[in-house]
């Protein structure tokens, strides 16, 4: 099943979040299929879309986030996950 994400960093900055994405890259991660991050009124804001909530746990359950997250500064996040019932997406606009 196919699961989104989003994430709410308060206090987390852009430079932090280039830190942490730095060390992952640009690419996404297996099983991520969409990946959606900007400022908040508080802090960072990252939304994802998993193949399966299996591929975001092994994600974050990995060393390589591990030491990403901690690379940052980004503390541990309680994310609010939901099935996707559609999905429809363009070419990043920015390219």
Known sequence: MTVAMILELPGVTEAQYATARGMLGDALQPGNLVHVAGPSEDGWRVVEVWESPE???AFFQSAAAG?????????????????????????????
């Not at 030491?67 to 390219?95: E, K």
């Open 55 to 57: 591929a975001m746990g």
């Open 67 to 95: 030491a990403a997250f901690q690379a940052g500064g980004i503390p541990p996040a309680q994310p609010t996950i939901f099935p996707v019932f559609a999905l429809a997406a363009a070419a990043d606009p920015r390219r």
